[in-house]
């Protein structure tokens, strides 16, 4: 090993002499914290790059100063096009965490850098991956700049080197919204998945889907369920203009929150409402599965479409109040004989609005815009009230003219209320 003061360089490195003056130059512009408590830092190798790198800790005012977020390929200030970086996101939830992660003095690791003064010399901390971290880190600066953060910094690259490094480093495996909504409800507690797991939607020991599934609910789907039961049982007018509403995935849904702190995973009727949605699914999936000739795997999935699902709960909670109403809409998925399913998927995707519905318009419970989750719900409501035993496709355009006829209504008085 040779020892150059505050850097070993391991025997088996052949170091170029640039690369040897950078470290010594980045050691004089910057005190690492390991330098500064008497400790020495390695020369690291990355072999597939053939680039030379240190890791250390610098305290985040330093890097809120000396970062540069525009690092560019060829050491050009005007290099507007071939900046190596990503977009920062700051409206995005994984963003907004990790910006309340640095205010409440998150240490930060990993933070890719290359130390290169000849352009914008007053930055010479370029920044090739971590560009969010580095944002939050300086949003937190005022109060939380002494927090250690770990950088890797690079030394004397090529062109090439930069490209290759810059890709690995903005290059992510996605975490999936519905993995990310699991793995926070599981901070929230257990009750979501135990009450899914008394009703009937969840095996015992299994947990929600970590991404779109045709048979297990993510926690999204869940939290509209429930969202929705009690958004319907708060409403109880039935004449009312009803549109249902979706849970947002991926991040913090203000709404489920707001009911996840007021619910009582003891209540009989939300327990009874989550094993009726059970089994709607259960033999809509079975009844469509099990035809020779239109086993329609979009089809067999409808009950866990999203407007489906909000709709469906939306008037189970509205119909507390009315048990004949309700006991039509539990009843649907027992008043199929198949090849027939509970849901009339085929029904649903030809029905439409003539002159308002485009051509590329797939029929109801394909989108999850208010219009189409209102359409849904009318669906319900038509077949409910009308004492209907199934979903036909003069129900579904009949409900479309009704849903479309309040709206319209209800924007007149609207406008109306403000003159």
Known sequence: MKNMNSLIIPDSLQTPEPVKQKTRDFFEHFQPHEIKTGAKLLLHFDEKSNAFYITCHLEGSVLSEFCDLDASLDNDEEDEMYKLNREITEDKAAYITME?????????????????????????????????????????????????HGVRIYFELSRDQKVEIATVNNTAIAVPNDLLDRMREQLLGTELRDWCQKAGLLEKNQDFADRRSPETPTVRIIRTLIVNFYLGKEARDIEKFHEPSVC?????????????????????????????????????????????????????????????????????????????????LYAIPDNIIPPNDPLNARALSGARHKGTDPDTYRGLGTRSTPRELGRMFEVFLVLATKNKKQITAEIANAAIQSYEAKKATHEAQKALGKI
């Open 100 to 148: 309340n992660d640095a205010l409440n003095g998150r240490s930060f690791e990993d933070i890719v850098i290359e130390f290169d003064k000849t352009y914008r010399s007053e930055k010479p901390l370029k920044i090739y991956g971590g560009q969010h971290r580095l944002t939050a880190i300086t949003k937190a600066v005022k109060t939380k700049g002494n927090i250690l």
């Open 248 to 328: 947002r995935s991926g991040g913090v849904d203000e709404e489920y929150a707001e009911a996840r702190s007021k619910i009582n995973w003891n209540d009989l009727a939300l327990l009874d409402m989550g094993k009726r949605f059970g089994h709607l699914h259960k033999l809509q999936r079975q009844t469509v599965l099990g035809c020779k000739k239109d086993a329609n795997a979009e089809f067999a999935r409808k009950a866990l479409s999203i407007s489906v699902v909000a709709s469906w709960a939306y008037a189970a909670g509205l119909f507390q109040s009315k048990p004949s109403y309700l006991d039509n």
